[in-house]
């Protein structure tokens, strides 16, 4: 199975900040990596697609880039809801095993 | 407006069984493969099963093989989770979840349920 490791697991950020977030796949799959939003209670919320596609209705200081075995997700100036968790997840491998990275918890400093 | 409404969770004894449902309305149900993804407390999200549009494909977790099975009825928009055999590592939130185009392979996870609890303790 492709593991995904994201890294740092948490971070502690202030608002206006540029903050990074890394996802590194065990094996190529090329640009098949989504990022999910998930806050405090609630289900994940699909943010990036296909490593750098927004999807609709997500701010656009919402990034992503990355090809093969390294991806980030990019805030360009954090909000307060921003603090949240963020998973990677890879849907290269076949048959099918969707496997997420173990989240990244954005907290306030 | 897409909705994704999972029920069936509960408190179940270990060995006992469980079956949760999802029901889909808001898009064409018919053309979507689906998915179950659960959450242990405290814990990342791990994708359980998925289902292609007219049930030819499943493909399940390890870690519930032989034990979940995945279903669908596309004549009642619903998709089924039966759990046999449960163990306190099941314990989790169990979200339903539509492949953000027709098939997940290559694609993505979008939208989700708000989840469903299912407690297996004795």
């Known amino acids: 199975d492709i593991q995904m490791t994201q890294s740092p697991s948490s971070l502690s950020a202030s608002v206006g900040d540029r903050v990074t977030i890394t996802c590194r796949a065990s094996?190529?799959?090329?640009?098949?990596l989504n990022w999910y939003q998930q806050r405090p209670g609630k289900a994940p919320k699909l943010l990036i697609y296909?490593?750098?596609s927004l999807q609709s209705g997500v701010p656009s200081r919402f990034s992503g880039s990355g090809s093969g075995t390294d991806f980030t997700l990019t805030i360009s100036s954090l909000q307060p809801e921003d603090f949240a968790t963020y998973y990677c997840?890879?849907?290269?491998?076949?048959?099918?095993?969707?496997?997420f990275g173990q989240g990244t918890k954005l907290e306030i400093k | 407006e897409v909705q994704l409404v999972e029920s069936g969770g509960g408190l179940v004894k270990p060995g006992g069984s469980l079956r949760l449902s999802c029901a889909a309305s808001?898009?064409?149900?018919?053309?979507?493969?689906m998915n179950w993804v659960r959450q242990a407390p405290g814990k990342g999200l791990e994708w359980v099963s998925s289902?292609?549009?007219?049930?030819?494909?499943?493909y399940y977790a390890e870690s519930v093989k032989g034990r979940f099975t995945i279903s669908r009825d596309n004549a009642k928009n619903s998709l089924y989770l039966q759990m046999n055999s449960l163990r306190a590592e099941d314990t989790a939130v169990y979200y339903c979840?539509?492949?953000?185009?027709?098939?997940?392979?290559?694609?993505?996870?979008?939208?989700w349920g708000q989840g469903t609890l299912v407690t297996v303790s004795s």
């Open positions: 979840v539509r492949c953000g185009s027709t098939t997940c392979y290559l694609g993505w996870f979008d939208p």
């Open positions: 808001g898009f064409t149900f018919s053309s979507y493969s």
């Open positions: 289902i292609s549009s007219s049930s030819s494909y499943i």
């Open positions: 094996q190529s799959i090329s640009s098949f």
């Open positions: 296909a490593a750098s």
């Open positions: 997840q890879q849907s290269y491998s076949t048959p099918p095993v969707f496997t």
